[in-house]
C-alpha cells in the first residue's frame, strides 16, 4: 500500500529532532493525530496522548520512513543503540504493539502500522508535516481551563433558579391551601348565620297560615 506524504506551508525551515531523524517540520499529521516532534508529545484530536518514550522513539522512526520499509534491526538500532540484549527482538514485537494499541490500529486490518513478513514494518497512514499546529493541544487545553469557570457558573445559576422556581411553586401551593381554607371558612360560616334566618321565616309562614285558618275557618 503506498503512502502519500506532504509538507503544508510553514514559518520556518525545516527542523531535525534530538533522535537524529530528518524531519521536514515540527508537527507530522495523521489521521486524526498530530505528533509534536520537538517536545515528543502526541495529540488525538486536539487531547494530549499518553505515550511511552520508546513508543514515540518508535513512531518518530516510522513516521519519518512513511511509506518505506523499516526492518526490525532499524528499529532495534534506534531504540535500544548501545544494547546487546538476546531478547532485543522480542522488546521490538512488544514496542510495535504497544504502539498499535495507543493509535488504535490492528496487525489484522493495520491503518497506521503494516507488517511486512520477514522484513519489517511499514507506515502507511497519510502523513503530512508542518511547522504550524493544526488545533494545538496547548489551544484546546487553555479553552477548556477559561471556559471552565464559566460553565461552573452557569452549572450554579441554573441550580439557583432551579431552587427558585422550586420555592415559588412551594408558596403558590401554600397560599392556595390558606386560599381554600380561608373559603371554606367563610362559607360554613354563611351556612351557619342563614340557618336561624330560615327557620324564623319557616316559623313566621306557619304562624300566619294558622291565623288565617282561624279567622276563615
Not at 391551601?177 to 313566621?204: D, E, H
Amino acid at each position: 500500500m503506498s503512502t502519500q506524504i506532504s509538507a503544508i506551508a510553514d514559518d520556518g525551515s525545516s527542523e531535525k529532532v534530538s533522535s537524529a531523524l530528518a524531519f521536514p517540520a515540527r508537527y507530522a499529521r495523521f489521521g486524526g493525530f498530530q505528533a509534536d516532534i520537538e517536545r515528543e508529545e502526541l495529540y488525538q484530536n486536539g487531547q494530549r496522548v499518553k505515550v511511552q518514550a520508546k513508543l514515540f522513539q518508535a513512531l518518530v522512526l516510522l513516521v519519518s520512513r512513511a511509506g518505506e520499509v523499516v526492518t526490525r534491526e532499524e528499529v532495534r538500532r534506534q531504540l535500544w543503540p548501545d544494547a546487546f540484549l538476546a531478547n532485543l527482538d522480542a522488546n521490538v514485537n512488544t514496542t510495535i504493539n504497544k504502539l498499535r494499541q495507543v493509535l488504535g490500529d490492528s496487525p489484522e486490518t493495520p491503518v497506521c502500522v503494516e507488517t511486512i513478513p520477514r522484513r519489517g514494518y511499514s507506515f502507511i497512514a497519510r502523513v503530512e508535516f508542518s511547522n504550524v499546529p493544526s488545533e494545538s493541544a496547548e489551544e484546546v487545553a487553555k479553552t477548556v481551563v477559561d471556559t471552565a469557570p464559566q460553565v461552573q457558573a452557569s452549572a450554579r445559576l441554573l441550580s439557583n433558579e432551579r431552587l427558585q422556581m422550586f420555592a415559588r411553586v412551594i408558596t403558590l401551593l401554600f397560599a392556595g391551601m390558606i386560599l381554600g381554607a380561608l373559603l371554606t371558612f367563610v362559607w360554613f360560616f354563611a351556612q351557619g348565620k342563614n340557618q336561624p334566618a330560615t327557620n324564623n321565616a319557616r316559623m313566621s309562614a306557619s304562624l300566619c297560615e294558622r291565623e288565617f285558618q282561624s279567622l276563615w275557618g
